[in-house]
């Protein structure tokens, strides 16, 4: 589903001395805390998609023929892009104290591109052979690239035009839902990629699948860049989780009033009746593709809280653990999908398709085995991989990774 710029520890703050530079170390822990839950949920997310095709969720999802455990996980699964998108930008911010404009537009170029080949030459072909055409997944990594190739130009705004373009762009984007091009108008392939979710044909019979359009992720991370000034060294931790406070609480309960008045930010949610459960679930399923104002306001806003209490409990054996995942992300998410599709690839050439229908094999039930069986052999590939990122920062390519 997504990555996030890493942030490396000697590229942020301007400490001089070991005592500065851990107090830098234990400022951003929540950091990678927080990626490291949302790559947690990821692989949940992940492991429905790989071996439980057969129970598809739609988007947003019909609360009245789902099953509610689907429904609720999809919602927790929710957070994953959203958060990272933003982290990307706070990211960026804090690389850009101890480096030149020059340097992080540098960065941010190279970075951005590496991305969007990543997704087109690697992950995109892992889906061939269980698609019924060769397609380019136009997904979370392409998107993060083309933010990123972006933000090396917006990033030159004073940070309160930054901020107020991306209020512009999380806000008032669905005022643009209406808009629709069919293929045959001269601007629909832009538009896809931008803000209509479609598929764009290419030569040689492949197709594109513009499943993250950009418009509203450009908001986040613009946002995200915005307050990275937040986690500078000389902001006093109980001034920004204060802070991140009000922002969490304030987006949740903007979502809840907007969500009741149910005329704007989304597809309007329905009561089911005689199933309070299943009109819950029609109130917190949102529009993802492209996210909608309101997918992004609850999502964002735990964010926020979820930054807060990591910060809070940054000495846990499980800040710990969450921060080895998202001290390498992108490495992760490359290798958990390379290791799904790797087995689901040998499942399908060695007993073929499931009961007759293609690329399924099993129950959902057994989603938390496969998750258990799973997060042990990929945790110790990445935390070898971040202790050597952290341990070799004369091999400059490792950052991109």
């Known amino acids: 589903m997504a990555s996030s710029i890493s942030i490396p520890v000697e590229s942020v703050g301007n ?46 999802i019909d609360a009245t023929t789902i099953l509610p455990a689907i429904g609720f996980a ?85 940070r309160p035009a930054l901020i107020a373009l991306g209020l512009v762009l999380v806000c008032f984007h669905n005022l643009l839902d209406p808009v629709r091009l069919t293929p045959d108008d001269a601007l629909f392939p832009l538009w896809a990629i931008l803000h209509q979710r ?37 902001i006093a931790p109980e001034t920004r989780q204060r802070w991140l ?14 969500r009741l008045l149910n005329v704007y930010g989304d597809k309007p949610w329905v009561m089911v009746e005689g199933s309070p459960l299943r009109t819950v679930i029609s109130f ?11 997918f992004l306001l609850p999502t964002l806003g735990g964010g926020a809280l979820l930054l807060v209490l990591f910060e809070r409990i940054q000495t846990s054996r499980l800040t710990d653990a969450l921060a080895v995942f998202g001290g390498a992300p992108f490495f992760f998410y490359l ?6 599709r790797i087995l689901y690839h040998s499942a399908l050439a060695i007993w073929g398709p499931n009961d007759g229908q293609a690329y399924m094999f099993d129950n959902y039930n057994w989603v938390l085995v496969w998750f258990i069986a799973m997060i042990v052999p990929l945790y110790l590939p990445t935390a070898w991989y971040s202790r050597l990122k952290r341990r070799r920062r004369d091999i400059k390519w490792l950052k991109y990774f």
């Open 74 to 158: 999809r919602f927790a699964v929710s957070f994953c892009a959203p958060i990272f998108v933003a982290l990307t930008g706070i990211g960026v911010y804090l690389y850009s104290i101890n480096h030149t404009v020059e340097e992080t537009t540098s960065y941010l170029l190279k970075r951005g591109f590496l991305l969007i080949a990543i997704e087109l030459l690697f992950l995109s072909p892992l889906y061939w052979g269980i698609v019924p055409q060769p397609t380019f997944w136009l997904q979370v990594i392409w998107c993060i690239g083309l933010c990123m190739i972006a933000l090396a130009v917006l990033m030159r705004l004073p």
């Open 198 to 234: 479609d598929v764009i044909a290419l030569p040689f019979g492949f197709v594109a699948k513009t499943t993250y359009p950009i418009l509203p992720w450009l908001g986040v991370i613009s946002l995200g860049f915005g307050i990275g000034n937040w986690f500078r060294p000389e």
């Open 15 to 60: 400490a001089g001395t070991y005592k500065a530079h851990a107090k830098v170390a234990a400022r951003l822990v929540c950091i990678d805390a927080l990626r490291g839950f949302v790559m947690v949920l990821m692989l949940l997310d992940h492991l429905r998609e790989t071996w439980f095709v057969n129970y598809m969720v739609t988007d947003p």
């Open 245 to 258: 406070l009000m922002l969490g609480f304030g987006m949740i309960a903007a979502f809840i009033v907007l």
């Open 284 to 294: 917190i399923s949102m529009t993802k593709y492209p996210p909608s104002l309101l």
């Open 335 to 340: 290798l958990h999908l390379s290791v799904l």
